[in-house]
């Protein structure tokens, strides 16, 4: 006696569909609440939002200053971790060990109040070698008269996160396959040559991705400048909120700063992950 194959079928499942549903609805209403509560503050954004992006442009102004400076630092960190010279070594471990087991505003305030004292006293002021400066110029009435905080608020900002990028850059390098500079060796290519054409190409495509998060970090953290005096986009913010007094009132400018922070920060991310596929084509 046949029996009959009846073949199975998967039931459909229509909660799923239906949370689907769900979600946009919900995504959407809380879009929609949003906005409205955006436009219910409309008169305290026109009125505040154009000073906060002064203050955004200073803070991405110093943000890029000392990434810069933070690649340097970590480049040359990174070089001397893979030193074959002992004492090189030595530094960059002590430089990158301690610099990460103390917190980053007792690094600011030692920047400012510990070197700039020192330096000070030996006659350093950047303020007036910036204004110098800026005289032969002409153009000296661009120097803040806070410049010392901005000055060591990017050395200290900088020297931190040089130490992450010491770590960062030496696994990059590392992760490259040896095989590699044997070949260019073989090739007849000298150690700098290797490193310029064969290793750095390929270990940034490698670092891409921390470093933008280091930096998306560094974006955040140089609202700690503010402790110094520095008026970027946290400090701005504070001096508009403080002064109100309805509480309402005040939540809004801190969200209206922390969305200024949002947008530069995603946007940094967007830019980021478009060239790291562009970067990872070939792989």
């Not at 026109?46 to 943000?63: C, E, F, H, V």
């Not at 002992?86 to 087991?101: D, F, I, K, Q, S």
Request: glycine share 8%.
């Amino acid at each position: 006696m046949e029996q009959a194959i009846v073949k199975a079928r998967p039931k459909p499942r229509n909660w799923r569909v239906i949370l689907d549903y769900v979600f946009y609805v919900v995504l959407l209403a809380a879009a929609g609440g949003f906005i409205y509560y955006l436009y219910s503050y409309r008169l305290i954004i026109a009125r505040y939002l154009p000073y906060l992006l002064q203050a955004a442009g200073l803070t991405i102004g110093l943000s890029v200053v000392s990434a810069i400076l933070a690649i340097i630092f970590g480049f040359i960190g990174a070089m001397g971790r893979l030193s074959r010279f002992a004492p090189l070594r030595w530094l960059a471990t002590v430089y990158v060990e301690v610099v990460r087991g103390t917190p980053i505003l007792v690094q600011l305030l030692f920047w400012y109040f510990g070197i700039g004292e020192l330096l000070s006293s030996l006659g350093f002021d950047p303020y007036n070698a910036a204004f110098s400066f800026m005289t032969l110029l002409q153009e000296n009435s661009l120097v803040p008269i806070a410049f010392d905080a901005f000055f060591y608020g990017v050395i200290g900002l900088s020297f931190n996160y040089g130490a992450y990028l010491t770590e960062v850059f030496r696994t990059g390098i590392e992760t490259v396959d040896k095989g590699q500079t044997e070949a260019s060796l073989s090739l007849g290519l000298n150690s700098r040559q290797t490193m310029r054409h064969i290793i750095l190409p390929q270990a940034l495509r490698i670092t891409l991705p921390p470093f933008t998060n280091y930096f998306i970090t560094l974006i955040q953290d140089s609202a700690l400048l503010s402790i110094l005096g520095v008026t970027e986009l946290e400090q701005t913010t504070g001096s508009f909120a403080d002064p109100l007094l309805n509480s309402n009132d005040k939540l809004f400018m801190y969200i209206l700063g922390a969305m200024i922070y949002f947008v530069i920060c995603y946007a940094l991310a967007l830019v980021a992950r478009y060239l790291e596929g562009r970067m990872g084509r070939a792989y």
